[in-house]
């Protein structure tokens, strides 16, 4: 008989990652709605107990797979053993597998799973394979007393891990079997065979066989050394998943885990562009990486690593994000009713976790695809293993290859981007956790086209284009109980954002911020039923911008003159910004029964100060709840403000004193979650916001000492969003996930102007109500993927989306002195719609797993199916034609990752 464990698999769907008899490891992410406290241990088998094989199924040898559901104390002990499934005969009765597998099941032991909160209990899915056993000898041979023959060394093929624990025998050409186990360092030593021909096995629950033919020396003589190497049946992530139910702090919180970010097609295995395949997150034109969460504008949302906000999180084009992948520990996905330690934004959150646990073993992993090439080093290093740390880089190589195609024409065009990562991480201090954390990021773009190229008949938008942006940051973390029930956690960080833009030899933007953040926040746990959490978030520093123009552009908006000869426009600024928001936040549970309802009220005060040009305060109260009113399903509430204050471009003029507030956003959330069982969740989920004091363009403007922007916009957003999800819990994993939506915008809802399309002016004040840029009525995704056998995996997505609004116009009107066309529309802003968007995209993975290595590659295959699928309209000359510009062609993407242990 042999007995596997595949895999287990969960009762509820909290995510851990380890395998039988081996070291655990850490989860790298909880369940899409939940967020789970980090766990810092799995189970693993301590005492194994096989299942007797019953003489019926014996002797007819029949074969087959028992489900069993097993529960774990909090001391690794089996309590309950309740089979689910079993092989029957095929008259329908038992063969008494199940019971056989239930009876075994109860007497093994496991080392218990552990969060950061201690031991805490699991339930478990168990797979046992029940295999008709081989004719054994009438009695086992004692055990040999004499010298030893037969060295060696276990260890796990691709990661070089010493196996403790594990079986191994030896069997002689006369017959007689020897077994031992392997000690700590997976050692084990072998006597009392015969000499000559020996066969050397070992295999365990979890891992294949091995069967090494070998020659056994004399007894007495120098003993034969042979390392032997055993296959993992699985090595892919998060393959355990274990369950233990704590309410979410925040209303709406999906986490998806890195088995699955690394099978989804399309998103070249990067975990942030996943969030994009979630309900409430709208499709990105051009696979732009624009955040459009819930019908708010991209700048809405708020990006945070490790709790510290960054401006941007894609590299150029949106393909990959600017963080390695294989740093990264959970991406926490906020599209609304997040808690107040989440502020001055309106739309959604991002947030990404870096890795908090590393490998003993020093871990090297090289991935390189078509756009880019990059690497991640970790490991533990100092006394007993103290200090974690990771580095990581990336460059793309994607401007060297686009000259092979242009060849000599003269167009060139060379966008790049690299990125860096290193943390260092404190994980064996007595009292408390220091880490610190550097990393950033630059993108450049390069466009320039032949002189024999007509660019236009405006000789000052002429020339070469460049762009670059970059950030760059440096983070402590000091985490530190400071009593039983207080505990600290605090964040500085220092920092670069960098933006310019030039085109030719005139035009010329840049703008520099040196930037102070700091978090702190206490958690004082003032009870069993309440928990209170007060922090700060504070981000200051300074700013300087100059502007460069062949022309002044705000002619554009009062006295033009064609006629008149252009002047040259320069513009610079410098100075320092501070806010200091404070927020406060408690944890109710009320009940008896504390995860059956939680209250969560909680207050943020915002503070911007731009010293001399605006000053603001806001207050933002908000509530939400969730409430388990069955088993598995619980209902969730919320509601409040969200204050954000103006963008560094739109809060400044030369005079200072600029008059501008927080816009402002009400959210509304009502929602249900059901856990169906096996890993199978469902999420519904309703919301309503209403937008006002909106940022827009001044009508009234009237020169350069004007003031650019008002607050008079509002706007609304509200829809349903729908996901069932199957977890990652076996073979298969997927989800669908569907949005139904609708933003709108009214840009001045106070002013009656007679001049909806701005023909008379440069803004529409008479519109009233139209469709947001990137209103999409229906977002439909759906993801599957299934491992195969021989570590052939197979994932598929598919997406439905309603085209983006966009403005027809009919005609233009030429102006002479320009020599240039200005369109009019044929309609209000953004009356029209794009054809629906529809694309499917396949992916392969396949994992080579050598001894010292393994060797995963893959073919991402995008757009195997799409629609017309356009992006924008493109009109002609003169505007009386126009066309779609579509999106992009069928794309294979091969690539491939190595890793190294050492």
């Known amino acids: 008989m042999k007995p596997l464990l595949p895999t287990l698999l969960l009762a509820g769907s909290a995510a851990l990652s380890t395998a039988w008899a081996q070291e655990p490891t850490p989860a790298e992410a909880p369940p899409v709605e939940e967020e789970l406290p980090p766990i810092?241990?799995?189970?693993s088998l301590v005492d194994f107990v096989e299942a007797p094989y019953p003489d019926a199924a014996a002797a007819a040898r029949a074969e087959g797979t028992v489900r069993l559901l097993i529960a774990l104390s909090v001391e690794g002990a089996v309590t309950r053993a309740e089979v689910l499934d079993e092989p029957v005969a095929e008259d329908g009765s038992s063969w008494g597998f199940g019971e056989a597998a239930a009876a075994a099941a109860l007497q093994w032991r496991f080392t218990p799973a552990r969060d950061t909160t201690g031991p805490i209990p699991v339930e478990l899915e168990f797979a046992y394979d029940f295999v008709a056993p081989e004719p054994q000898p009438e009695a086992p041979p004692p055990p040999f007393t004499g010298p030893v023959q037969i060295t060696g060394r276990l260890r796990e093929m691709g990661t070089r891990r010493d196996l403790d624990g594990f079986p191994v025998i030896a069997t002689d050409a006369s017959g007689t079997t020897v077994q031992v186990q392997t000690d700590a360092s997976g050692r084990f030593a072998l006597g009392g065979l015969a000499a000559g021909p020996v066969t050397l096995s070992a295999t365990f629950p979890g891992f294949s066989r091995i069967d090494k033919s070998l020659s056994a020396p004399d007894a007495g003589a120098e003993p034969l050394d042979q390392d032997l190497w055993l296959r993992n049946l699985s090595y892919a992530e998060d393959e355990i998943v274990g369950v233990y139910r704590i309410p979410t702090e925040d209303?709406?919180?999906?986490?998806?885990?890195t088995d699955e970010i690394k099978r989804i097609p399309g998103t070249f295995g990067d975990p942030v562009r996943v969030v994009q395949n979630l309900p409430g997150a709208a499709r990105a034109p051009l696979g732009t990486g624009l955040l459009v969460i819930r019908g708010a504008n991209p700048e809405d949302s708020g990006i945070y690593i490790d709790g510290?906000?960054?401006?941007?999180?894609?590299?150029?084009?949106?393909?990959?994000?600017?963080?390695?992948?294989?740093?990264?520990d959970s991406i926490d996905y906020l599209p609304g009713m997040y808690g107040v330690e989440y502020g001055r934004s309106m739309g959604g959150v991002i947030d990404v976790k870096t890795k908090r646990e590393y490998p003993e073993q020093t871990r090297v992993t090289w991935n390189t695809d078509v756009l880019d090439s990059g690497f991640l080093v970790e490991g533990t290093a100092g006394k007993n293993d103290g200090l974690g740390f990771a580095a990581a880089a990336r460059r793309s190589y994607i401007d060297a290859f686009i000259p092979i195609f242009t060849g000599g024409t003269g167009f060139t065009i060379k966008p790049r981007w690299y990125d860096y990562q290193l943390k260092l991480d404190g994980v064996g201090m007595d009292n408390g956790r220091l880490s610190a954390f550097v990393f950033g990021f630059e993108d450049v773009l390069r466009v320039a086209t032949p002189e024999s190229f007509?660019?236009?008949?405006?000789?000052?938008?002429?020339?070469?284009?460049?762009?670059?942006?970059?950030t760059h940051r440096g983070m402590l973390r000091w985490e530190r109980r400071l009593a039983d029930d207080l505990t600290l956690d605090f964040v500085p960080s220092f920092g670069l954002d960098l933006i310019q833009f030039n085109l030719g030899s005139e035009f010329d933007v840049l703008q520099r911020q040196w930037l102070v953040e700091l978090r702190t926040e206490l958690d004082w746990e003032a009870s069993e039923a309440v928990d209170v959490l007060a922090g700060l978030d504070f981000i200051g520093g300074t700013y300087d911008f100059a502007v460069e123009f062949p022309f002044d552009p705000t002619e554009t908006f009062t006295n033009y003159d064609p006629l008149a000869e252009r002047e040259p426009f320069t513009q610079a600024g410098d100075g320092w910004a501070w806010g200091p928001d404070l927020y406060l936040e408690s944890d109710i549970r009320p009940l008896q029964d504390r995860d059956k309802l939680l209250l969560k009220p909680g207050v943020r005060f915002n503070m911007v100060n731009i010293v001399d040009q605006v000053e603001v305060y806001g207050l933002d109260p908000r509530f939400s709840g969730r409430a388990r009113l069955v088993e598995g399903g619980t209902l969730k509430f919320g509601t409040g403000l969200y204050n954000q204050p103006p963008q560094p471009f739109e809060s400044w003029r030369p005079g200072g004193d600029v008059d501008l507030g927080f816009e402002r956003a009400w959210a509304n959330e009502l929602g249900w979650e059901q856990q169906l069982g096996n890993g199978l969740d469902a999420d519904v989920a309703l919301f309503y916001?209403?937008?006002d004091r909106q940022i827009v363009g001044n009508p009234d403007i009237e020169g350069i000492d004007s003031q650019f922007y008002v607050n008079e916009g509002i706007g609304r957003a509200y829809g349903v969003e729908m996901i069932i999800r199957q977890a990652p819990v076996g073979r298969f994993f997927g989800w669908i996930s569907y949005t139904l939506s609708r933003s709108v915008r009214n840009d001045y809802p106070e002013r009656d102007g007679a001049d909806p399309a701005g023909l008379f002016g440069p803004f529409p004040t008479g519109q009233g109500w139209y469709a947001y840029d990137f209103d999409q009525t229906h977002i439909l995704v759906a993801v599957a993927g299934y491992k195969l056998p021989k570590e052939w995996e197979l994932s598929g997505k598919v997406q439905y989306v309603t085209g983006n609004p966009y403005t027809p116009y009919s005609g233009g009107v030429y102006d002479i002195d320009q020599d240039y066309y200005f369109?009019?529309?044929?309609?209000?802003?953004?009356?029209?719609?794009?054809?629906?968007?529809?694309?499917m995209d396949l992916r392969v993975d396949k994992m080579f797993v050598f001894k010292n290595w393994q060797l995963e590659v893959f073919l991402d295959l995008l757009n195997v199916v799409r629609g017309q699928n356009p992006e924008f309209t493109q009109d002609n000359y003169d505007y009386t034609e126009s066309a779609y510009i579509r999106g992009l062609p069928f794309i294979p993407s091969p690539g491939f990752e190595a890793e190294f242990r050492f």
């Open 308 to 328: 510290i906000r960054v401006p941007l999180i894609y590299h150029l084009g949106g393909y990959v994000s600017v963080i390695n992948a294989d740093l990264i």
């Open 40 to 43: 810092t241990a799995g189970p």
């Open 823 to 839: 369109g009019y529309s044929a309609g209000d802003y953004n009356s029209s719609r794009l054809p629906p968007f529809f694309a």
């Open 454 to 470: 007509a660019q236009g008949t405006d000789q000052d938008t002429q020339g070469d284009i460049g762009t670059k942006y970059g």
């Open 251 to 257: 209303v709406t919180r999906r986490t998806i885990s």
């Open 689 to 691: 916001k209403f937008l």
